[in-house]
Nanobody, 123 residues
Framework: QVQLVESGGGLVQAGGSLRLSCAAS????????MGWFSRAPGKEREFVAA????????YYADSVKGRFTISRDNAKNTVYLQMNSLKPEDTAIYYC????????????????WGQGTQVTVSS
């Protein structure tokens, strides 16, 4: 069993930055791929970024490439999402996710979800 708790969301102006964190419980964190999804108002939840268990492989949605960076610290059981150059269209609830593989996570094959943290970008 893995429990995921997100933090770091908030209100920011367009062009600003936020760093989301996801703290995981459980001994299997370092063997799991981790990722982030977002759900904007009135839309389906969609993939944002994923990172392999080692941190050596990352994937990004086209909409965030060059602006967002996913990273992890296995010693702290934590995964991060650094969000730069934020746009109003990035406004969404951001969910942390854990899976067996980053490729599967990218395709929505998620084993565990966090509760989400709200990110609001004002214009």
């Amino acid at each position: 069993q893995v429990q995921l708790v997100e933090s770091g969301g908030g209100l920011v102006q367009a062009g600003g930055s936020l760093r989301l964190s996801c703290a995981a419980s459980g001994r299997t964190f370092s063997t799991r791929a981790m990722g982030w999804f977002s759900r904007a108002p009135g839309k389906e939840r969609e993939f944002v970024a994923a990172i392999s268990w080692s941190g050596g492989t990352t994937y990004y949605a086209d909409s965030v490439k060059g602006r967002f960076t996913i990273s992890r610290d296995n010693a702290k059981n934590t995964v991060y999402l650094q969000m730069n150059s934020l746009k109003p269209e990035d406004t969404a609830i951001y969910y942390c996710a854990a899976a067996n593989a980053a490729t599967g996570l990218r395709g929505g094959l998620v084993d565990y979800w966090g509760q989400g943290t709200q990110v609001t970008v004002s214009s």
